[in-house]
């Protein structure tokens, strides 16, 4: 089964071998060596100036940021579950909250965002998705990051990259901490959770909020090589080994080129079946198909043809299917999910099987690589 959901993503055997070795206590040099590397890897990753570990879901690093960031009153932008949960985490920790509401296919606005700090001056954070993997939306979160600190540099922006760092350069340039999660683009198991902090926001987290989440604990600890409780020391090995085989495959800029290049080809072959391109501002990460058989496409794909891809969640509940392009994925495997939706859709009989989408596919590719 070739598993091709947005996260998780399929762990390479190489990572999963490396995994596999005897667990390591993590109060040792040993580990913290290990722990050193992976941190260095990290820092280069985000471009930013620090960057911790947290041993959760995306999620937690989601909830530290906004614990640790924001003071008062926090604007979020919905355009997806992973916008909503933004909101939900601010009102569950007793803060103010202003939500800027779009469509799943619909990116922000940066005049929107303008007019909701012009009429809540007292925000000191905004959070936002890069990519909203809910609908596949990539959001201008660079532009909206300029547009804010412009207008108060002491905002403290928030940028979750769960389903964006790995997948593309991200110009952090006016982003505060931004997040990543194992189980996408890194290509790990799920459980491991990372953010990189900007100068301004090490300075605003001070002493830290909360208790396992206290950002402050785990920089003082991890400039240092440690955490400060347990560290996900498998996931760890494991982020180093998927570290080296991004180097061996051309370093961070060759994964850049390649997964943008096959984002572009696996939409061109998509297009090339008739099939319609949910979101208005695709994101990288994955391609988001609304389609009246879309839940039939998955099962046939699952049962028939060995694919597992990702449906639609609420209100797009069988009305979209996801397809996944992050991390190392090889041509061939992404030539056959390509092949395996034309020939569901003829087995619905939606036209006759010719072949179509692996020609767009690899013709894309090749013109790319020229």
């Known amino acids: 089964m070739l598993l091709f959901t947005p996260g998780p993503t399929p762990v390479p055997e190489a990572v999963r071998v490396a995994m596999s070795e005897p667990t390591l206590h993590h109060r040792t040099p040993e580990f913290e060596a290990i722990f050193k590397e992976a941190r260095e890897s990290l820092l280069k990753l985000f471009a930013m100036d620090e960057a911790i570990m947290i041993a959760s879901s995306g999620t937690g690093a ?8 924001c003071k008062n009153k926090a604007l979020t932008i919905n355009a997806g579950k992973f916008g909503e949960r ?11 909250l202003v939500e800027l509401k779009y469509e799943w296919n619909t990116p922000a606005s940066v005049e929107d965002v303008k007019k909701a700090l012009s ?5 000191d954070t905004i959070a936002i998705q890069v990519c909203e993997s809910a609908g596949g939306l990539r959001h201008p979160v660079e532009e909206i990051a300029k547009a804010v600190k412009e207008i108060n540099p002491n905002i403290m922006v928030i940028a979750d990259g769960i389903t964006a760092v790995g997948v593309e350069p991200i110009d952090v340039s006016n982003i505060d901490a931004l997040i990543a999660g194992s189980q996408k683009a890194l290509m790990l198991p799920p459980g491991l959770a990372m953010i990189g902090l900007s100068k301004s926001a090490i300075e605003r987290i001070g002493k830290g909020s909360g208790y396992y989440f206290n950002l402050a604990s785990e920089i003082a600890k991890q400039q240092k090589n440690t955490t400060a409780y347990t560290a996900a020391t498998t996931l760890i090995i494991g982020l180093n080994k998927i570290f080296d085989l991004i180097e061996q495959d051309g370093g961070l800029g060759s994964l850049y080129k390649k997964t943008a290049l096959r984002s572009k080809a696996l939409i061109a072959a998509l297009e090339a079946l008739g099939l319609e391109i949910y979101p208005s501002t695709p994101a990288k990460a994955m391609a988001t198909v609304i389609d009246e058989n879309a839940e039939d496409i998955r099962k046939l794909l699952k049962t028939k043809y060995g694919v597992n891809i990702a449906g639609g969640q609420d209100h797009l509940k069988g009305k979209i299917f996801r397809v996944n392009n992050m991390g190392l994925i090889s041509e061939g495997d992404m030539l056959w999910v390509v092949d395996s939706i034309e020939s569901a859709m003829a087995d619905l009989g939606r036209f006759e099987y010719s072949g179509v989408g692996a020609k767009v596919f690899s013709k894309t590719m090749k013109e790319g690589l020229k």
Not at 62 to 69: D, F
Not at 86 to 96: D, M, N, R, T, W
Request: aromatic share 4%; net charge negative; proline share 0%.
């Open 62 to 69: 989601m909830e530290a940021s906004i614990v640790n960031l």
């Open 119 to 123: 009429e809540h001056s007292d925000i």
């Open 86 to 96: 933004f909101g939900k985490i601010v009102k569950a920790h007793g803060k103010e």
